[in-house]
Structure formats: C-alpha cells, structure tokens
C-alpha cells in the first residue's frame, strides 16, 4: 500500500498538529489512516488487476500478504509497536483487547448477525471468523477453526474453518456474491485453489452449509471508520457457548494453546 506523507499529515490537520501530537497518538493516527486506505482499495475505480499484476507485486514488498497482522507493520517505513503484556490467564476479552483490536470488521460482521436474527452459534462465528488474521492471514478460516475448535460448538467452529471457501463461490438465494475485494486482491482471471474448490464442492451437499454461507452473507466491511462496535453486545452469547480455560488460553494444555502463546507473545525470536 502506497502512503502519501502530505495526505497523512493533511488527514491528521496538518504539520502543527501532527507536531503536537505523541508517538502512541501518531501510531493510533496512522493505524485509523491506514484502515481508511483499505476502504480505498475497496472503493478504488482502478481496473481490476490480472492473476500475472498480482504476482508483479510480490518482490516489491517486504513482507508477504499471508503474514499475520501482528507480525508485520504494512507501512513503507512503519515500525511495529511494542505490545501491551498479556495477563497471566488470559480470556477471550484479553485477546480481543490486547491482540486483536481493533477488530472491527469482526464486531461488525457480528453486530449484523445479531441485528439478522441469526442462532447464537452463527454470531459467534461471525465475531471470531477473521481473528486468526493475527497470527496468519494464508488460509486463515482453517487456522481459525482449529484455534477455537476446543472451546466452541462443533458448528460454530465448522462456519468459521469453512466462510473461507464460500467467500470465493456467489450464491445467489443467500444474495451472496462474489467480492470484488478479492478480484482485486487475487486478480480478475484467479481460479480458487484445489481444496478451497473442493470443500465448496463438499459443502454444497452439506446439512450444515448455512452455517458458514451465513457467515459469508454477513462478513462485513465498514467503511465508515467512526463505526466503532464494542464487544459487550456479545458478552452473553461467549459466556454461554465459548468455553473459557480456567488456567487461561494458551497454558490450557489443549492441542492449540501454542498458537495462543504465540499470539500472546509475537516478538519471541524462537
Ligand atoms: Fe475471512
Ligand atoms: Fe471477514
């Protein structure tokens, strides 16, 4: 992503202000620009790029697209922030407080689910679908259903491992359709992978396809950057279905709570 030095700083209220401000207010600053630049991207009128323009792009990054969101600042010349720590048990709110925050586009998707009407097991799928972007954006849905797979229903972890999948196939009874996010992220011409083609395929014959087509219907992006949804609208519904470790996630023994580890503590070098 491109960013424009004048354009911030105007965005910002100019050089004085920008003067006055901390480093902490300069980096929420350049984090609440760099989400308006995504909704640029997704408004943006450019021609939808080719499968061979997305790949032209790689080696002119320093990171790769399928890095986690915790692990890289996006930014030409940005620098990650040193994290607040952790508590020592932490909970699902630690996560979305400390790790995963801002975490809009999920409280949003899941505000929506619930404003839809939609069974708890949904909303709660639509409020954990994306956060696994923090520790791996590649193949996301299936690092997702595998982090929250021992502490949630079996169908709620099935919608998330498989939105993925349907996030590339429209369905046109659930008005769902293809994104143009992704023709400008994968490119116009891209053709899904093998087993995204294959778990579609599996899917449509499923008895639980709803589940995660719902999240689909309702993965939502705001572009109104003063949209802020907090999670207490949600607290009900993850104190009912979310089963949260007493010794806390990530020291809970279970086959995944070193990915919590890893998502609690980024800057370990090993
Ligand atoms: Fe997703
Ligand atoms: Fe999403």
Redesign the pocket.
């Known amino acids: 992503m491109e960013i424009k030095r004048e354009n911030l700083i105007a965005t910002l209220g100019g050089e004085e202000a920008v003067a006055r401000m901390d480093s902490e207010a300069k980096a929420d600053a350049l984090e609440d620009f760099l989400s308006s630049e995504l909704d640029k991207i997704l408004l943006s009128k450019d021609p939808f790029p080719t499968v061979a323009e997305v790949e032209q792009k790689i080696p002119t990054r320093h990171y790769r697209m399928g890095v986690g969101n915790l692990f890289v600042a996006q930014a030409p010349g940005a620098k990650v922030k040193i994290l607040p720590p952790m508590p020592d048990k932490p909970t699902l709110y630690d996560f979305f407080a400390l790790r995963f925050a801002p975490a809009n586009h999920v409280l949003q998707s899941a505000a929506l689910a619930m404003k839809n009407g939609l069974p708890e097991e949904i909303i709660l799928a639509c409020l954990l679908?994306?956060t696994a972007q923090a520790l791996m954006k590649a193949d996301?849905?299936y690092w997702a259903a595998q982090m929250y797979t021992p502490y949630v229903p079996e169908k709620t972890a099935f919608a998330i491992k498989y939105?993925?999948a349907l996030?590339f196939f429209a369905d046109a009874a659930y008005g769902y359709e293809y994104p143009d996010l992704y023709r400008r992220l994968f490119g116009e011409d891209y053709v899904p992978l093998p087993h995204i083609r294959a778990d579609y395929e599996m899917l449509r014959k499923h008895p639980w396809y709803d589940a995660p087509r719902l999240v689909t219907v309702n993965?939502y992006y705001s572009f109104d950057p003063n949209a802020k949804v907090s999670i207490d609208p949600f607290r009900e519904i993850i104190a009912r279905h979310f089963k949260q470790p007493k010794e806390g996630l990530g020291s809970d023994n279970s086959p995944v709570a070193h990915m919590w580890r890893t998502i609690a503590r980024p800057d370990m070098a090993l």
């Open positions: 679908h994306d996301h849905g939105h993925q996030r993965d």
